[in-house]
């Protein structure tokens, strides 16, 4: 909705539709990522050595914290993620060269660069079995936000 003045009073314009990212705006996601780690370590463990799962599972969180930095930095992004987002864009130069954008949250893509960092070869099997026990432990673990009930309310109203 977007307020107006008019003769100095406010009314409220009713808007036609809203298209929100639910992570973190509808979920609440950060919580519920970080203890989802533990899910990827032991998805990765099925595949790998201990200690490998553990060291790809590292560099997994600590690609994430990189893009999640981002999100609250204005200006130059640090050099940490111009070199994430340069391997997410190799990764997906496929998807990208037939026209669709760059999936910078792919946890697939995400996962992949730390098998690579961590000398393993990203296969599709121990990629697809970490991101999709991170993915149930989300879904299973992120709850609403406490004023989204109020929000939905809101639109259904103005609907």
Not at 25 to 51: D, I, K, N, P, T
Not at 78 to 90: D, G, I, K, N
Not at 134 to 159: C, M, N, P, Q, T
């Given at each position: 909705m977007e307020a107006s003045?008019?003769?100095?009073?406010c009314y409220l314009r009713v808007m036609g539709f809203a298209i929100l990212d639910v992570d973190d705006v509808l979920l609440c996601v950060a919580e519920a990522s970080y203890s989802g780690m533990a899910q990827v370590q032991r998805a990765l463990q099925r595949h790998l050595a201990a200690r490998d799962a553990q060291r790809v599972?590292?560099?997994?969180?600590?690609?994430?914290?990189?893009?999640a930095a981002r999100l609250h930095q204005a200006g130059t992004p640090a050099p940490a993620y111009v070199q994430l987002r340069a391997r997410l864009e190799h990764l997906q130069e496929p998807i990208l060269?037939?026209?669709y954008d760059l999936k910078e949250w792919s946890r697939q893509a995400v996962l992949a660069?730390?098998?690579?960092?961590?000398?393993i070869?990203?296969?599709r099997r121990v990629i697809d079995d970490a991101a999709d026990a991170y993915w149930r432990h989300i879904e299973e673990k992120a709850g609403l936000h406490v004023d989204v009930a109020d929000f939905v309310g809101a639109l259904s109203v103005s609907a």
């Amino acid at each position: 909705m977007e307020a107006s003045w008019a003769h100095g009073s406010c009314y409220l314009r009713v808007m036609g539709f809203a298209i929100l990212d639910v992570d973190d705006v509808l979920l609440c996601v950060a919580e519920a990522s970080y203890s989802g780690m533990a899910q990827v370590q032991r998805a990765l463990q099925r595949h790998l050595a201990a200690r490998d799962a553990q060291r790809v599972c590292e560099a997994f969180g600590r690609h994430l914290s990189t893009l999640a930095a981002r999100l609250h930095q204005a200006g130059t992004p640090a050099p940490a993620y111009v070199q994430l987002r340069a391997r997410l864009e190799h990764l997906q130069e496929p998807i990208l060269r037939a026209g669709y954008d760059l999936k910078e949250w792919s946890r697939q893509a995400v996962l992949a660069c730390a098998l690579i960092d961590c000398d393993i070869a990203p296969g599709r099997r121990v990629i697809d079995d970490a991101a999709d026990a991170y993915w149930r432990h989300i879904e299973e673990k992120a709850g609403l936000h406490v004023d989204v009930a109020d929000f939905v309310g809101a639109l259904s109203v103005s609907a």
